[in-house]
């Protein structure tokens, strides 16, 4: 394990001093395999290395599988041509109302407020997204508010990615303020990986800025794995619900990093010890680049039936598939379309 003194590092110098280099990241966890590196820089030059030092942290050196690393490690075979893996597997573009806005369910949108995340996760849906052409500019609030209002069954925006904690929390307030104005909105949630991979983003400010908004806050973390949940970032999260603010977790079922029960039902038991609710767990999005962390539909009922059986009922996670069109995520265990 790599010590860094991230815990005394505020935020905001941990996100500017992100590794970008592939180079680097293998020297720190001494790796020094020649293929590694030219596959990661080959598979970087499509969708950038990126990720905080902190969670680098949280890697065991000298181990090419460590599933922490393969997460953000640009691999050669994201490079393969694979008919089924396509670059907007979930038709987001036709669901862009506005710049910003993705609704496609009822009662709630997605506002993506940056197109920045802390972290590259390789196997994400939206590696390959539009983002700088569709984020809203200060004078797009009328017109959100103005969607809003004539969607009177919205209760709930979700801020959603890019990773809305890469933003200062000067502009978070001036959201939320915004969003708390209107009546009809009773629920904020925020989708985020930050508190995860730079624990620290989890500030005196932020807890004080959700805390005393009128809204009920959700919080969607994003961890595979138990090892991403080490004592320092539990704690972060512990304040979170000793605020009252509701803290979920959401996870992507990934070959190779966390594709046996085993990993699965540690992962809920350790997210459950930082108060975090398991919410989904969801299967692979068809992405371009991502079709070596796909598994078969075999292997994910053997193994999702295996965590049934070993879990209570309130840490297993959904499990679930987006697909496009559809009013809902997917439930998938039981169902005959997977
Ligand atoms: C996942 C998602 C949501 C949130 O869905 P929940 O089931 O409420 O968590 C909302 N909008 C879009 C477009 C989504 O993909
Ligand atoms: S949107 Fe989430 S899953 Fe995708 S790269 Fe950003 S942090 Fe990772």
Redesign the pocket.
Known sequence: MINYLYQEQNWQSQLSDLITDPSELLSLLELSSEQLLSGAILASEQFKLRVPRAFVGKMNTQNPFDPLLLQVLPHHLELEEHPEFVTDP?G?EA?NQLPGV????KS???LTLTGACAVHCRYCFRRHFPYQENLPKNEDWLNIKNYIEANPHIN?I?L?GGDPLTLSNRKLALWLERLSSLKQIKIL?IHSRVPIVIPNRIDEELISLLKNSRLRIIL?VHSNHASELDDFTCSKLLQLSAEHITVLNQAVLLKGVNDSAQTLIDLSYRLFEARVMP??LHVLDKVKGAQHFDLESSEIDDIYRDVLANLPGYLVPKLVR?IAGEK??TPLFGATTF
């Open positions: 979930l987001e669901a993705l609704h496609k369910y709630r949108f997605l709930e979700i959603s949630r969607v919410y989904y987006e809902n995520k």
